[in-house]
């Protein structure tokens, strides 16, 4: 199974509509959203096309191929414009290999979950990167409508135990065998 994995929307039907492009042309058979998907957050800037509620309608439109988890600026009255439910963690197996998916504002690099998994994926940071701590591989999904420290926008695919990082243009940042 492939898994596009993406963070961070904070409203954008821009980069909403440019994930569902992405969605059709890797040919991913799910879309694991990483939270953060509504509200812009009090510390970050309006998004590109700000329109949470034009956000539901395209996110609903696709609700059979899409895993969402709760991200920190994710609240109970986004359910109600939601077609579909918000998990707090997910834990995936691709290529033989367990990987652990959350927001990142609990589980992180500095802060590892005690049971091990084989990857551990989040957001939250807006920063994409893949790199390896110990036995384990370490993946932040970045943000696609508002990266930070001078990263790209940027989302993950997970096929067969293998991770990539790319931009939204489709170019490989990164890419790790779990």
């Known amino acids: 199974m492939k898994f596009l994995i993406a963070s961070d929307i904070h409203g954008s039907a821009f980069y909403v509509k440019k994930l569902l ?33 034009q956000v539901a309608e395209l996110l609903n439109s696709v609700k059979d191929n899409l895993i969402v988890v709760k991200g920190n600026c994710d609240s109970q009255v986004d359910k109600l414009i939601s077609e579909f439910s918000f998990i707090e963690d997910l834990v995936i197996v ?4 367990t990987v652990f998916c959350t927001h990142g504002h609990v589980f992180n690099k500095d802060n590892m979950p005690s049971t091990e998994f ?16 110990g036995k384990v591989i370490v993946a932040n999904a ?10 790209p926008s940027s989302y993950l695919v997970l096929e067969e135990g293998v991770l990539t990082l790319k931009d939204l243009c489709g170019n490989v940042i990164k890419a790790l065998k779990l």
């Open 21 to 53: 492009e992405i969605f059709k042309t890797e040919k991913a058979d799910k879309i694991i959203l990483l939270g953060d998907i509504y509200n812009h957050g009090p510390r970050n800037p309006l998004p590109e096309e700000y329109a949470p509620m």
């Open 142 to 151: 970045g943000s696609v409508s508002l990266p930070k420290n001078g990263t």
């Open 94 to 97: 691709s290529g033989g290999k």
């Open 118 to 133: 084989d990857a551990v994926v989040y957001g939250h940071f807006h920063t994409g990167f893949i790199e390896e701590k």
